[in-house]
């Protein structure tokens, strides 16, 4: 089946630490995203990227840090210097940059304490 | 600056009993209208795209409008596994691939 997936569904981490949470997708798909989830808040965008070795800053970067070396991955790293890290955090992708339709992952609830 | 406001936060109905949700926008060049599902604990789930004023979809139950203000998520006969939270998104001409994001309905259907 293609799709996306995140790993792990739950990470808990101590305040101080980083911490890199996992997307992959196998829909061949060109475009990567990602997005922070609060109660009472849309979706943010944090980081995207359009194709392999490219990716551009959301609106909530600081703090986060991504590559994209394959196509059908790109890890997301949440510092210690995000003030606020726990949170949902969201996979999507989409079939190119022109392609407007994005598809989601799972997510990962992230718990900093 | 792009917004999306949805209303109501949230709606509760008993199992049959129609209704409309609601996703007004200001967005400087519609590119895109998008609705998704989203249940607890998950990511959500991809259900229409609209592009221009006037152009509707369905699907099942579900059936989206587009005006030139707002889109509607016109729901029939609702059955208790359409209980989620329903999410609008705009794409703005010149944004990129940039979605903004709506804050949700979540709607709750009863037996």
């Known amino acids: 089946d293609g799709g996306i997936t995140q790993s792990p569904k739950y990470l808990f981490r101590k305040e101080g630490q980083n911490v890199t949470l996992s997307c992959e997708q196998n829909?061949?798909?060109?475009?990567m995203y990602w997005y922070r989830q609060d109660p009472g808040q849309g979706l943010r965008l944090i980081y995207y990227?359009?194709?392999?070795?490219?990716?551009q800053k959301g609106d909530i970067a600081e703090g986060y840090s991504v590559s994209r070396e394959k196509k059908e991955s790109f890890p997301l790293t949440v510092t210690s210097a995000q003030k606020n890290p726990t949170a949902f955090y969201l996979c999507a992708s989409s079939m190119s940059a022109k392609d407007y339709e994005q598809y989601f992952g799972p997510g990962t609830r992230l718990t900093v304490t | 600056e792009d917004q999306v406001t949805q209303s109501p936060e949230a709606l509760r109905l008993q199992e049959g009993e129609s209704s409309s949700l609601n996703c007004s926008y200001t967005v400087s060049g519609l590119r895109g209208l998008f609705w998704y599902r989203q249940d607890p604990g998950k990511g959500p789930e991809f259900l229409f795209t609209?592009?221009?004023a006037g152009e509707e979809k369905e699907k099942e139950r579900l059936k989206a409008t587009l005006t030139k203000k707002e889109s509607f998520l016109h729901i029939t006969a609702p059955k208790p596994e359409d209980s989620a939270t329903y999410l609008c998104a705009v794409q703005a001409g010149g944004g990129g691939n940039k979605l903004t994001f709506g804050t949700g309905t979540q709607l709750k259907v009863e037996l």
């Open positions: 609209l592009y221009s």
């Open positions: 829909l061949n798909h060109d475009a």
């Open positions: 990227s359009q194709i392999v070795n490219d990716f």
